[in-house]
């Protein structure tokens, strides 16, 4: 497990890397950039001791929406998606594997200190009902890392790296695309949390981690009990 840990943190090394050049560049805007938003509804609740998520995401200016069910076990969260983008519909089980959380500077009484860094990652299967579509697996590494600035309100940011294979996907172990977000999370009252960020989603590594998309996104999050 430590070896895979430290593969882990490698490939996001490179990740961060791809991403801190790719920021650099004064490149044109992408002919996407800021067209669409996407929204996110969430619902958390405990069922027979076990911590249940259902979330909903549309996108503005998009025909993409999805509704997804997760239940998380200890340090695993199992889900279930379907999503439907123009026309194609697509079923997505995802497993979710939490390998750190850190919580940094925390006091001499073992209160939580203000800087979090968790360490992740995910594997889905993507199936599609539309005839010509392969479907294909997805793999990607997480990372985020927040800092608490006030009791309520904590400023995120997270790097995602995925890697495709399978049918119609090159199997290699080169970095498809990166999907980055900077946020903050307001909590509203003990139950309630609002997100709002920015997406910034780069190319692959082939593509030199050039900008795909900017794009602003929002999560409600509330707790039943």
């Not at 090394?13 to 650099?24: L, N, P, Q, S």
């Not at 695993?76 to 697509?90: K, P």
């Amino acid at each position: 497990m430590q070896r895979f840990k430290s593969i882990l943190i490698g490939m996001l090394a490179v990740a961060f890397i791809g991403t801190v050049f790719g920021c650099k560049e004064e490149a044109a805007a992408a002919s996407t950039d800021w067209k669409k938003s996407e929204h996110n509804w969430n619902v958390k609740w405990n069922q027979s001791g076990y911590d249940v998520g259902l979330n909903v995401r549309n996108q503005y200016r998009s025909d993409y929406d999805h509704v997804e069910l997760s239940v998380n076990i200890q340090s695993l969260t199992l889900a279930v998606r379907a999503a439907e983008e123009d026309g194609d519909r697509e079923y997505r089980p995802k497993l979710t594997h939490s390998l750190i959380n850190w919580n940094l500077l925390d006091d001499a009484e073992g209160n939580d200190g203000p800087i979090n860094l968790s360490l992740g990652h995910r594997i889905e299967y993507r199936y599609y009902e539309t005839d010509g579509k392969d479907a294909n697996w997805r793999y990607r590494g997480i990372a985020k890392v927040g800092l608490n600035v006030l009791d309520n309100v904590n400023i995120w940011a997270k790097a995602q790296p995925r890697f495709e294979f399978g049918e119609g996907k090159e199997d290699d172990f080169k970095i498809d695309d990166i999907k980055n977000q900077v946020g903050l999370s307001i909590k509203l009252g003990d139950n309630a949390t609002f997100s709002p960020y920015v997406e910034y989603l780069m190319d692959s590594q082939d593509n030199d981690f050039e900008r795909k998309e900017l794009m602003v996104g929002t999560a409600l999050t509330i707790k039943l009990n």
